[in-house]
């Protein structure tokens, strides 16, 4: 697994036990926004950020 594997893993299990636990309407407004707030930050950097977070990802120097 890469190293973002078990993060992924706990989430899907947070969001299965979310919305057996939880009313509908409110499991499911969380699991959006889990998903969410992510996306829309990634959309609000420029070029130039996202390429710069993409090599840092990829582990190389800027």
């Known amino acids: 697994m890469s190293n973002r594997g078990p993060y992924i ?3 899907v299990v947070a969001a299965i036990i979310a919305l057996w636990l939880l009313p509908g309407w409110v499991a499911w407004i969380i699991v959006a926004a889990v ?7 990634w959309l609000t950097l420029d070029k ?4 710069r977070i993409r090599n840092v990802n990829r582990r190389r120097l800027p």
């Open 35 to 41: 998903i969410g707030i992510p996306v829309v930050a």
């Open 9 to 11: 893993a706990a989430g």
């Open 48 to 51: 130039s950020q996202r390429r």
